[in-house]
């Protein structure tokens, strides 16, 4: 036989322990090698350079001579790979035995075959071939002494030890960002004025129905209350306060009893005092993450530039003591860290003065709000405040992205960002390598590796020319930057695409911001949500509510100097977050039916293991077209270490139902209303 001639032999793989102090390679399954021929000399057993690195780390794995320590210490590296436990057990190895010096039965282009060279390989190998026609070829199981199998026992349960407590760190550090992202200070600002007195009596009222509204909303909130009053400047008293407290049940409660000491006054003019009523929010003890400011007012402040009254102002030139609106709004907000402002109107003279508090509040004036008593009853007023809490409190919650929550004093390494489309001329191409994950050919492939903590499988790596264009094009992702660039495959076509880089955080070990697997792993679970929504498009064919849902393909870019990249298609169109890993839902009717369905399916479809949230994207509307083409999605799974970190776990599953309710497209999927009694 031609030494260099080369034939294919399939041989099980199994999770057998290789040996210790000789190399071999046996297989559990005798049955299915029985009737196969014996390996000879130059026969080829090809491997992919996957499974030769599970062959590698396969454990026990003890090379030649090596003293127990070092036996130990490779079991250790070997032990740390969670593909090797039961993927073994699925999937074929082919192994290469390639020319008559028998290097090893490592791929060549292992950073191992040096120390697995040895001179007796050949040896071994030529033992198992001279073995009787017909029978199983195996190679002599060296002895193990029985200290090292003690001491590999234990390293086993040392690391199963490790990814427990790793775990538990995990769920600890879950609980005590939820715990803080749903933290609230509820500050109330009232005019103090004859006119309010049915307002303010209302708040006094109910404020243990606005608290408890909150609660059942989100009950792991913690919730302080506290009031500032106005009136003008004529009057004894023209401001006051009441602290944060958490004593608001009954009567005799620091908060009833502080606001019922509050009483109204008639005053000489129409216009107010409101900048000192601003003044006292700002004096109050700010500590919780969400921090509220509900204002209730029926006249403006002085100053003709805030309403169009004619007449009622005895200060039309401004204030009387000269304080200016764009310090006292700065400093609510870069000072007092205020999340909302909220304004209810209770006639039509304020909204000159919101629209003017805007305009200086810009370029960031999105936390201010307005809403209208127009078409109220003064009984729906502590729902309006119960629903402006809950939206804070939920927006804090989405913004627990890959890193941790979102705190203002978190900084990123700035970039200048231009919208505009690259000119691709001036930018120079590089060589690049694109990864994807394999596609299964059904959703229980993917959930069963995901409950085994098998990783899924990438397929070749496909070469391509790369252009990345030199600016970002947007800074709305609360944790990664998106360039255009310009992608060229093997067979010379060229598309436009989107490529996403994790932002640098000021102080941050770069090499960890962007390791490789950072971006697999932000890859996989584009991967398998695409997989269920594959299946959901079976499933509701014939329910006449729902709409096709689908996910962009994600891939992983390599370009040079080692830089990586999320790439996917650009998508055209409205975006819109339809719903978030922490319970916030998109109150349009036509986005939330179908995808909180969607959610809600796939955590019954998985049997409670994991949950699709965090749905963003764009609804796609043409002629005999209705679907949602979204990114970015969130997995909560009960491994709380696999899925990036906007995983959540359990708690991301309780988030999920504390505000879903369940509608059409559920019912006629025969979803459970409460799953997780």
């Known amino acids: 036989m031609d030494i260099h001639s080369q034939k294919r032999r399939r041989v099980d793989a199994c999770p057998a322990p290789l040996p210790s102090s000789s190399f071999t390679f046996t297989t559990p399954h005798t049955a299915s090698l029985k009737e196969r021929p014996p390996i000879e000399a130059g026969d080829n057993i090809r491997t992919t350079p996957e499974q030769r690195l599970l062959v590698e780390d396969a454990k026990p794995i003890i090379k030649p001579g090596a003293t127990t320590t070092d036996q130990v210490g490779r079991l250790a590296r070997a032990s740390s790979s969670l593909a090797c436990k039961t993927k073994l057990e699925r999937e074929k190895v082919i192994i290469n035995i390639e020319d008559e010096d028998a290097a090893s039965l490592v791929s060549s282009t292992s950073t191992r075959n040096k120390a697995w060279a040895k001179p007796d390989s050949f040896a071994r190998v030529q033992k198992v071939i001279k073995q009787e026609p017909g029978s199983t070829p195996t190679l002599p199981r060296p002895e193990t002494s029985s200290k090292t199998r003690l001491e590999m026992e234990a390293l086993r349960k040392e690391l199963a030890q490790l990814k427990a407590n790793a775990r538990a760190s995990r769920m600890h550090e879950i609980n005590q960002m939820l715990r803080a992202a749903q933290a609230l200070d509820l500050a109330f600002l009232f005019d103090a004025t004859d006119s309010m007195r049915s307002y303010l009596e209302v708040v006094k009222t109910r404020i243990l129905k606005i608290v408890r509204s909150i609660s059942d909303a ?44 509050v009483g109204t006054k008639s005053g ?58 764009a310090v006292l709004l700065h400093d609510l907000r870069e000072d007092c860290k205020i999340s909302t402002y909220t304004f209810l109107h209770i006639g039509p003279t304020t909204h000159k003065m919101l629209k003017e508090f805007k305009r200086v509040a810009q370029p960031d004036n999105s936390w201010i709000h307005e809403d209208d008593f127009n078409g109220m009853f003064i009984e729906d007023i502590p729902t309006k405040v119960a629903m402006a809490c809950k939206s804070s409190i939920s927006e804090s919650l989405s913004t627990i992205s890959s890193s ?14 231009q919208a505009a489309m690259p000119h691709w001329g001036s930018i120079r191409a590089q060589e690049g390598e694109v990864y994807k994950f394999r596609r299964y050919g059904n959703l229980d ?233």
């Open 445 to 677: 492939e993917v959930l069963c590796r995901i409950e085994n903590g098998i990783p899924l499988e990438l397929e070749r790596a496909e070469c391509v020319q790369v252009k990345v264009g030199h600016h970002p094009f947007s800074n709305d992702g609360a944790s990664r930057w998106p360039f255009y660039a310009q992608i060229v495959t093997h067979e010379y076509e060229t598309k436009t695409m989107v490529v996403k880089r994790f932002k640098d955080r000021l102080g941050a070990d770069t090499s960890r911001v962007h390791a490789k697997e950072k971006y697999i792993e932000q890859m996989e679970v584009q991967a398998v949500s695409s997989q269920f929504a594959e299946e959901f498009d079976c499933c509701i064919r014939n329910i006449q509510e729902a709409k096709k849902v689908a996910f962009t393909i994600v891939s992983a870019l390599r370009a040079q100097s080692n830089m990586y990249y999320n790439m996917e298609k650009v998508l055209t169109g409205l975006w819109t977050k339809f719903n978030s890993n922490a319970g916030y839902v998109n109150g349009k009717k036509a986005y939330t039916d179908t995808l909180q369905a969607f959610s809600h399916w796939t955590h019954e479809r998985s049997k409670g293991k994991v949950m699709v949230t965090d749905l963003q994207g764009v609804q796609i509307s043409s002629v005999g077209t209705r679907a949602f083409l979204l990114c970015d999605p969130a997995i909560h799974s009960k491994d709380v270490l696999r899925f990036t970190r906007t995983n959540l776990g359990e708690k991301g599953f309780e988030l999920f139902y504390n505000s879903h309710k369940c509608n059409t497209i559920c019912r006629r999927l025969g979803l459970k209303a409460t799953p997780l009694v």
């Open 268 to 325: 000489d003019d129409t216009a107010e005092d409101v900048f000192s009523g601003l003044q006292a929010i700002a004096q109050l003890d700010w500590t919780a993450h969400n921090r509220v400011v509900y204002h209730i007012a029926d006249a403006p402040c002085h100053g003709t530039r805030f309403h169009d009254m004619k007449g009622g102002d005895d200060y039309p030139n401004g204030d009387l003591h000269g304080r200016d609106i």
């Open 218 to 261: 989100y009950p792991d909130s913690y919730i302080r209350v506290a009031f500032a009053f106005y009136r003008d400047y004529n009057s004894k008293k023209s401001s006051g306060s009441c602290n944060f407290t958490t004593s608001f049940k009954g009567s005799r409660s620091t908060f009833v009893e502080a606001l019922s000491c």
């Open 404 to 417: 941790r929550m979102n705190h203002s004093n978190v900084k990123f390494v700035p970039r200048d960002v």
